[in-house]
């Protein structure tokens, strides 16, 4: 039986990646739709989440988190102290709230919120296809059962991990979290150059979103190094060996390097702009 059986789900800050999560709990009969209640400030929002997917949708934040066993926190990252101010006070003891804000750390959460049975995550994009790789880690007073909820409903996104270091996650926005928008630069640049090449621009998306796809799947599959893949393919005098050449000069593994590192403070300096003013972890209210 799913550890997320009976179990009421509240989404504060309904907008694609709470949709996406929505959706995968449906899709994969983990929830009933009577089980799920959205909160969203725009009418027609709300509307279109009740047509697309059959839940209770509602414009109070507070409201939404009453009742609830499970929130899921889905708010533009500055929207965090507003919300706070709303839903603090409404939250109790056992509810397990889990937040998708990038840079969010649990101090903040725990602070803005007054609770303390969180657990921060970072989805990434092809979560919207239940393709998205999550990490994510709960703080020390989450139970056994609230960290297999989470492990479940963020299984419904993809594939997860769960760490036993915060910093982790962090290091994870920049990798996988903001990971897409390196493959997307490097696509669009391939797709740029064929057509440079003379290919019509259609024929020149499609050979490279195949080869992208096909390449990942066969390096998945296969379990092979990245390395021993490109030798594979990198004949002595060969095209891949003249292309090589120029993307080493071009010093393509330095900035790509330089591109996560830039990912990963911004990441941190996020987390600290939403620490500041949050009261110590002894102030965080967790009385019923």
Not at 46 to 67: F, K, P, W, Y
Not at 146 to 164: C, F, K, S, T, W
Not at 170 to 197: K, N, R, W
């Amino acid at each position: 039986m799913s550890s997320l059986s009976g179990a009421t789900i509240a989404t504060v800050g309904s907008g694609v990646m709470a949709e996406a999560i929505i959706a995968g709990l449906l899709r994969g009969n983990l929830v009933e739709p009577a089980h799920v209640v959205a909160s969203h400030p725009r009418a027609d929002r709300r509307d279109a989440l009740e047509r697309a997917h059959g839940i209770r949708t509602i414009d109070s934040n507070a409201a939404a988190v009453e009742g609830a066993d499970i929130v899921l926190l889905g708010i533009k990252p500055q929207m965090l102290g507003r919300v706070g101010r709303e839903v603090r006070g409404h939250l109790r003891p056992g509810q397990l709230v889990i937040s998708v804000l990038a840079g969010a750390t649990t101090r903040a959460l725990m602070g803005h919120l007054g609770h303390r049975e969180v657990v921060r995550s970072m989805p990434n994009t092809p979560a919207q296809l239940g393709k998205g790789m999550t990490v994510w880690y709960a703080t020390p007073s989450t139970s056994v059962a609230q960290r297999e909820q989470a492990g479940e409903l963020l299984a419904a996104l993809g594939h997860q991990i769960e760490v036993d270091d915060e910093r982790l996650v962090a290091m994870a926005t920049a990798v996988s979290g903001t990971g897409p928008t390196y493959v997307f630069l490097v696509m669009e640049a391939l797709i740029d150059a064929a057509v440079h090449l003379g290919f019509a621009r259609h024929v020149a998306h499609d050979l490279v979103i195949e080869t992208l796809e096909g390449s990942t799947l066969f390096a998945k599959q296969s379990g092979m190094h990245p390395a021993q893949l490109r030798n594979m393919v990198t004949s002595p005098g060969g095209t891949s060996a003249a292309a090589l050449h120029e993307l080493e000069s071009g010093r393509l593994r330095t900035v790509l390097s330089e591109a996560v590192w830039a990912a990963f403070r911004r990441t941190v300096e996020l987390g600290e702009q939403l620490e500041v003013g949050v009261p110590s972890e002894s102030e965080v209210d967790t009385r019923p």
